[in-house]
């Protein structure tokens, strides 16, 4: 079974940082290209940085590119986003998700979450 | 970036009946859409890929359909455990981006 575990979230001021990580189980964590998508509390979905199963291909959001980082460390089967100079509009539940076998364009397993909150 | 605009924003449905949810695309995605159930203090839940395939476990009584800009999700007789909100999520060009949600209540 797939398994995901975010962690990392917390209570940070405006211009902080925060490391969010996922440790992955259940899977073949190396083979398959991950992303972190956030969720603002009573908004929707938005996609936030996905990474290559290598680590190789990388893509980020504009509305945090320059500002965030992906990595993963694939011999610790773990997924990690680097969040600096954070914004009240980061304020989100962070959700690591897994792509669909064969395909980097859905997202098949989901974790919990981890809750970041921006606020003085 | 490609806008998804889902409606209706709300949708109260009875146990039995069909329930149409529909997804904008503001331009072609082709057909790569998915949807996804949310329900309350939950992950979400992967329903239908590539505009029409139903995702590994889901029940026959989910079915999506469309292509290019406009897409629907059908649920042909709806259970009490389908209730959630319902979004739908497109990729191009190395983008992904959601719609805002669609709520479905029971009757």
């Known amino acids: 079974e797939v398994q995901l575990l975010e962690s990392g979230g917390g209570l940070v001021q405006p211009g902080g940082s925060l490391r969010l990580s996922c440790a992955a189980s259940?899977?073949?964590?190396?083979?398959?290209?991950m992303n972190w998508v956030r969720q603002a509390p009573g908004k929707g979905l938005e996609w936030v940085s996905l990474?290559?199963?290598?680590?190789?291909?990388?893509n980020y959001a504009e509305s945090v590119r320059g500002r965030f980082t992906i990595s993963r460390d694939n011999s610790k089967n773990t997924l990690y986003l680097q969040m600096n100079s954070l914004r009240a509009d980061d304020t989100a539940l962070y959700y690591c998700?897994?792509?669909?076998?064969?395909?980097?364009?859905?997202?098949?397993?989901w974790g919990q979450g981890t809750m970041v909150t921006v606020s003085a | 970036e490609i806008v998804m605009t889902q409606s209706p924003a709300t949708l109260s449905v009875s146990p039995g009946e069909r329930a149409t949810l529909s997804c904008r695309a503001s331009?072609?995605?082709?057909?790569?859409l998915a949807w996804y159930q949310q329900k309350p203090g939950q992950a979400p839940r992967l329903l239908i890929y590539?505009?029409?395939t139903r995702a590994a476990g889901i029940p026959a009584r989910f079915s999506g359909s469309g292509s290019r800009t406009e897409f629907t999700l059908t649920i042909s007789s709806l259970q009490s455990e389908d209730f959630g909100v319902y979004h739908c999520?497109?990729?191009?060009?190395?983008?992904?981006?959601f719609g805002q949600g669609t709520k479905v209540e029971i009757k």
């Open positions: 999520q497109q990729y191009n060009n190395w983008s992904w981006t």
């Open positions: 590539a505009a029409s």
């Open positions: 990474i290559g199963a290598s680590g190789n291909n990388i």
């Open positions: 998700a897994k792509v669909l076998l064969g395909t980097h364009y859905y997202f098949d397993s």
């Open positions: 259940g899977f073949t964590f190396s083979s398959f290209a």
């Open positions: 331009q072609s995605v082709g057909n790569n």
